[in-house]
């Protein structure tokens, strides 16, 4: 249902005189995704590492710098005007902070009758009443505003707005990170439930391996701007093979469900994006790096069909049995 080749999107940063280059920051980079119908792609990696610029890449709120984005097989990533408008309904975001994402302004009632009348659907209250009984919200909050409202009923009301105009595709980033863990959990079973029930394909954006892992049939786990491995969830769980998403399993137990930025698992910084130096991404805090890794481009090697990791030493590691997995 979903293509993405080699997408990518770099911001130019200011310089600090005229004298110096331009600075280059690459948030996304040859990113390569393929997503069936009716399935959910769990995004996960550390903070500034590029999730929410892919989705919004994906969602059409920003332009790639490079790359295609192809939905139901058609080109989507140079649509504008019209054209664009008409298929946005076929993709909705969720954001992390639906305070930030709902208009204080407007009552329930009034957010989900814009989508609708945006999109020429039927407004009456009856849609809305649906709609509200699909998140589990009850009508009573109809006349209420987003302040009015707990962190998880906004969360609620801005997948319902998303789900107004009938998507296929739902783009939810961070939906669950603001939230305290017991409604992390009822939200989650929410989404789970709702992609059962309405088919719905799915990219789901956490920096948190474990929520990912509940709800995704595919985890693409990302460094840098890059996709380091991607393969089917369970996968991921029991034979990683990225030193990077093994680093990042080992970490698991020593976070708070949830809670806290993968930031400080691994040694050191997350490097700069900001004019990469070439050779793999992972190079500066990888245990196993070698000078072999600086010539490495973007290679990914497949361990199987649905398998993939960008090491260019993975094979090499395996058959040492250095890896833990
Ligand atoms: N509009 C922008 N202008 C310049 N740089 C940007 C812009 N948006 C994002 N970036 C940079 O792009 C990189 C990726 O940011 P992004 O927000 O996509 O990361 P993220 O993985 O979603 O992080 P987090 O987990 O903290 O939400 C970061 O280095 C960020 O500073
Ligand atoms: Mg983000």
Redesign the pocket.
Known sequence: MLELKNLGKD?T?KRNSVFQPKNR?V??DHINIRLKKNSTLGLV????????????LICRLEEPSRGEIYLDGQAIHNLKGTSLRRIRRKFQPVF?DPYGSLNPRLTVYRTLEEPLRLHDKPNNKNEINNLLEMVGLGNEVMGRYPHQLSGGQRQRLGLARALAVGPELIIA??PVSSLDVSIQAQILNLFLDLQERLHLSMIF?S?DLRVVGQLADEVAV?YL?RIMELAPANEIFSNAKHPYTQALLEALPKLKPGRG?LRSILKGELP??VNPAPGCRFYSRCKYAGKECLDYENELFSIDVKHIVACCKWHQLQQNRKYIC
């Open positions: 911001y940063i920051l948030a996304v990696g550390e903070s500034g590492c590029g999730k929410s610029t892919l989705g919004r992390q980033d961070e954006i920096h990302m701007g930025r700069s994006p």
